[in-house]
C-alpha cells in the first residue's frame, strides 16, 4: 500500500506511546476546554466546537498535502504557521480585552460594537463609558451598540480565534513531519 | 369571608412581575372558581401554595375517581379560557403571528415558568400551563390562519394528553408525570415542525419571537418585600437614564413590577418601592446584580 499523507495521519494518532500524538490530540480537544473556560469568544459551545474542527482540518490537510514537501519548504512553512499563531494570538487578546466585557461568574463573554445607537449616544461620555451602558442594559449589547457593528466585530473575533488555533494546529503538525522525518535516519545511523 | 380566602391565595400566585394586572385577574378568577362551583374548592394547609378542587362535602364519599378527573379538568379548562379572555400580555400573551406584508411568521411554543401561574410544587400548575399554551396558541391560529388544520390536531392531541394524565392530585405518580411530559414536548416539537413547514410552504420567514430581555443568563434572584406592603418596580439603568436624558414624563416610564417570588436579573438596576406614608413613602435608588441570592426591600429607617 503506498505511504500517503493519511497513512503517516493515521499512524501519528494511533501511536499511543508518542509524546507528538499526545500532543496533536490534545490540540485538537484544546479549544473545547473553553466550554467551562468562558476564555474565548461566545457562544463557548459553538466555538468550541467550530474550533476544534478547524483544527482538525488543518491537521489532516497538512498531513495530506504537505506530507511529501521537502524539509526546507516545510521548515518555512513551519515559521509561517508560528508567526501567523502569535501574531493571531496576541489579537484575539487584544480583541476580547478590548470589545468583550464579561457579566460575572460562569457567564459567557458580551461581544460590544464600534458604533453606539442614537439614543445611547448622547449619554456616553468620560463619565460615563459605553462599558457601563452594557452593565445598565441587562448586559443586551444591542441595547448600546448597533446591530451591524456587533455582527463585525464578532466575526472579526472568531476568525481571528479560530484561526488562531488553526494556525497551531498546522505548526504542530509541521513539527511532527519533520520529527518523524529524523526519527528513521536517526535510528539507521545508531544501527550503522 | 372571600378576603380570606382572597389572602389564602395571595402568596400563591407569583407568576408575572409584569402584570400585576392579570396576577390580580388570576387570583379573583381562581377565588371566583371556588365559590360558584360547589364541586370545587381550594384546599391550604398552613398557607402551602397548592390549588387543589375536589369534589366537597357529601359528594366528596360517593363521586367516583372519573367524576373527580371531570371536574379538575373542566376546573382547569375554564381557568385557562378566562386567563386567556382577561390577560393577553403575560400569560395569555401572543404566541403566534403572521406579518402578510414583510412575509415573516413568529411563534412561541416556550412554556412559561411553573410558579408564574400556581405555586412550583402544585401538582395541577403543570397541566394549567399547558392548557394556557394552548388555548392562546389556539386563538393566535385561528386569527392568523383559520384555514388551516394542521394546528386544530396538534392542539386537541396536546390537550387529550392532559387530560389523560390528570389525577385526582394533578398530574399522576412521577413515572406517569415524566411520560406524560415527555409525550407533551414531543407534539409541540410536531406542532414546531408544522409550523415551519406551513412557512416553507407559503414562502414566510420564521424571525425569532420578541424578547424582554438580552441574551445573556441572568442570575437567578428571591426577590422579599419586607414588610410586603410596598409596589416595587424596577427597570434597567440604562432605560431610566435616557428616560431623565430625554425628560420623559415620569408617568410614562415604563417599570416592571417585582413580586414578592422570584426573577431572573443581571447588571444594574432602577428601583422605586412604594412604601406606605408610615413607612417613609416612596423609595428610589439603584441596584446591581452580579450573582444568585436573595434580594430584600426593607424601607430605609427614619
Not at chain 1, 123 to 143: H, V
Not at chain 2, 15 to 27: D, E, G, Y
Request: charged share 25%; with cysteine; hydrophobic share 40%.
Amino acid at each position: 500500500m503506498d505511504d500517503t499523507g493519511l497513512t503517516e495521519f493515521k499512524n501519528v494518532l494511533t501511536d499511543f506511546g508518542q509524546l507528538n500524538s499526545v500532543a496533536l490530540k490534545g490540540a485538537v480537544v484544546l479549544p473545547l476546554a473553553d466550554i467551562w473556560l468562558k476564555l474565548g469568544p461566545p457562544q463557548s459551545k459553538a466555538i468550541g466546537g467550530l474550533t476544534a474542527l478547524a483544527e482538525f482540518l488543518a491537521v489532516v490537510c497538512v498531513f495530506q498535502f504537505w506530507s511529501r514537501v521537502q524539509d526546507g519548504k516545510l521548515r518555512t512553512r513551519m515559521k509561517i504557521a508560528l508567526s501567523l499563531f502569535l501574531v493571531g494570538m496576541a489579537s484575539s487578546l487584544i480583541l476580547l480585552g478590548r470589545f468583550s466585557v464579561s457579566p460575572g461568574q460562569d457567564r459567557e463573554k458580551v461581544i460590544e460594537g464600534y458604533s453606539l445607537r442614537s439614543d445611547v449616544r448622547p449619554l456616553i461620555n468620560d463619565s460615563y463609558p459605553a462599558e457601563q451602558a452594557l452593565r445598565d442594559s441587562e448586559y443586551d449589547a444591542e441595547k448600546v451598540w448597533t446591530k451591524g457593528s456587533i455582527a463585525i466585530l464578532h466575526v472579526l473575533i472568531i476568525v481571528a480565534w479560530t484561526g488562531t488555533f488553526a494556525c497551531f494546529a498546522i505548526y504542530l503538525t509541521t513539527f511532527i513531519i519533520l520529527q518523524r522525518r529524523v526519527q528513521p535516519k536517526a535510528n539507521r545511523a545508531g544501527n550503522a | 369571608m372571600w378576603e380570606a380566602v382572597l389572602d389564602l391565595i395571595a402568596p400563591s400566585a407569583r407568576f408575572s412581575r409584569w402584570c400585576p394586572v392579570a396576577r390580580t385577574a388570576l387570583r379573583w378568577m381562581i377565588a371566583g372558581s371556588v365559590a360558584l362551583q360547589p364541586s370545587a374548592q381550594m384546599i391550604h394547609s398552613r398557607r402551602s401554595l397548592h390549588f387543589a378542587p375536589e369534589v366537597s362535602g357529601t359528594q366528596n364519599e360517593t363521586a367516583s375517581p372519573e367524576s373527580k378527573r371531570q371536574a379538575i379538568m373542566k376546573s382547569l379548562k375554564d381557568l385557562a379560557a378566562e386567563q386567556i379572555r382577561f390577560d393577553d400580555a403575560f400569560l395569555g400573551k401572543q404566541r403566534f403571528s403572521v406579518d402578510q406584508h414583510n412575509r415573516t411568521l413568529s411563534y412561541d411554543l416556550r412554556p412559561m415558568p411553573l410558579n408564574f401561574v400556581l405555586s412550583e410544587t402544585d401538582p395541577l400548575a403543570m397541566p394549567l400551563e399547558v392548557l394556557i399554551r394552548v388555548e392562546a396558541l389556539r386563538r393566535d391560529f385561528a386569527a392568523a390562519i383559520s384555514d388551516e388544520r394542521f394546528w386544530l390536531a396538534s392542539l386537541d392531541r396536546i390537550q387529550q394528553i392532559v387530560e389523560r394524565c390528570v389525577s385526582t392530585s394533578g398530574f399522576n405518580v412521577q413515572s406517569d408525570q415524566q411520560r406524560c411530559n415527555g409525550e407533551i414536548d414531543e407534539q409541540f416539537e410536531a406542532l414546531k415542525q408544522s409550523i415551519a413547514d406551513y412557512a416553507t410552504a407559503h414562502g414566510l420567514r420564521l424571525i425569532e419571537p420578541p424578547q424582554t430581555r438580552g441574551p445573556v443568563a441572568a442570575y437567578r434572584v428571591h426577590i422579599t418585600i419586607d414588610p410586603p406592603r410596598a409596589r416595587v418596580r424596577v427597570m434597567p439603568l440604562l432605560e431610566y437614564k435616557k428616560y431623565e436624558h430625554f425628560k420623559t414624563p415620569s408617568d410614562q416610564y415604563e417599570w416592571s413590577d417585582l413580586l414578592d417570588s422570584e426573577a431572573d436579573m443581571i447588571g444594574w438596576y432602577r428601583y422605586r418601592a412604594e412604601w406606605p406614608k408610615e413607612l417613609n413613602g416612596p423609595e428610589e435608588g439603584n441596584i446591581e446584580i452580579k450573582k444568585k441570592g436573595t434580594l430584600t426591600f426593607r424601607p430605609t429607617q427614619k
